[in-house]
């Protein structure tokens, strides 16, 4: 088969569409023909030499992925060869087929085409595992998304008007700050042009936020906690602006707040199992109802990817940029 392998850590012209020995499912696992995956920012990540994959992933690109379920491993039940899913990876998305544990794998969900479904796993399943299983946001809550632009911020923002909550949103140009209100943010604050903090302040009363969804990490740190309300959740999910920042512990405390910073990819597989099980149980209902859909303006096809990446970097888009076999 076909994958992108990267020939060295660097920029995106390390990504090469090349041949690759075929995957084998193993025991508990299936054999996806991979119709479509997405770009995350760990992947740029990862072709930069700076976030390898977990011990026994493959090194192959690629976190999600859509298609149709071309083999069963010893043991797999309740699905069946030919099944159209999507699944959420450690590894090895930018290929023609894919391995997986079988409970990372969902149906792909009704009312969406198959290629664009291979954007939901990855994004959908930080979202819950963070905003709802972890922090616990509940409805006529408040919910701080940072980034409401990109590919988790478009799904937090949905996912938290389902719920009820009060979503509002951080993005830095008129068109995304438009695109975040049109999905259900009921305000947008530019964080070029406003101070994020004091704004929040103004629309919320003074309360602050509930729970807030950082995709920032170091440079937000202070800031965060100023903007969380009493009882706040804040949640750390990315470290785009640094790993070490300074934290009022005092403040902290007087909130009676809390901070969660969590990952995905290299959590057990039984973690995951539980994460997608959620998800399937909880999101995909309004997935097939249509009140929750992949926000996603641009599609490479797979050996294009490194156009992709490019893309990505740019913080040029909204939503999520797919790759397509």
């Not at 954007?119 to 979202?127: M, N």
């Not at 995905?264 to 597989?269: D, E, G, I, S």
């Not at 995951?272 to 999101?283: L, N, S």
Request: hydrophobic share 45%; glycine share 12%.
């Amino acid at each position: 088969m076909k994958a992108i392998q990267i020939t060295e850590p660097g920029g995106p012209d390390v990504l090469v569409w090349t041949d690759v020995a075929d995957p084998q499912p193993g025991a508990g696992e299936v054999l996806i023909d991979v119709a479509a995956s997405a770009v995350n920012r760990a992947d740029l990540l990862q072709r930069a030499g700076r976030y390898p994959p977990p011990a026994g992933a493959s090194d192959i690109l690629g976190l999600e992925c859509s298609g149709r379920i071309a083999a069963l491993g010893e043991g797999v039940t309740g699905w069946n060869i030919g099944d159209e899913v999507c699944a959420l990876l450690a590894g090895g998305g930018y290929a023609q087929r894919v391995a997986v544990p079988a409970g990372q794998v969902l149906p792909a969900p009704k009312g969406i085409d198959l290629v664009s479904a291979g954007a939901l796993p990855e994004t959908v399943c930080t979202v819950w595992s963070n905003v709802f299983m972890g922090a616990g946001l509940q409805p006529r809550e408040t919910l701080l998304v940072h980034g409401g632009a990109g590919g988790i911020g478009t799904t937090a923002i949905q996912l938290g008007k389902a719920v009820g909550a009060r979503v509002i949103a951080t993005a830095g140009s008129p068109r995304k700050l438009a695109r975040c209100r049109e999905l259900g943010a009921q305000a947008a604050i530019d964080y070029r042009e406003e101070d994020f903090v004091a704004r929040l302040h103004e629309l919320t009363a003074g309360h602050g936020a509930d729970v807030i969804l950082d995709n920032m990490g170091a440079s937000y740190l202070s800031r965060n906690v100023e903007a969380l309300a009493v009882n706040g959740r804040l949640v750390i999910i990315g470290l785009q602006g640094g790993v070490r920042g300074e934290l009022d512990l005092g403040r902290l405390m007087a909130k009676r707040a809390a901070v969660l910073a969590t990952g995905l990819r290299a959590r057990p597989v039984a973690e995951k199992a539980a994460i997608v099980a959620a998800v399937r149980e909880h999101v995909w209902p309004l997935v097939d109802a249509g009140r929750l859909t992949v926000v996603s303006e641009r599609r490479f096809p797979m050996a294009e990817a490194a156009e992709a990446h490019r893309l990505v970097e740019s913080s040029g888009h909204v939503g999520k940029v797919l790759l397509v076999v």
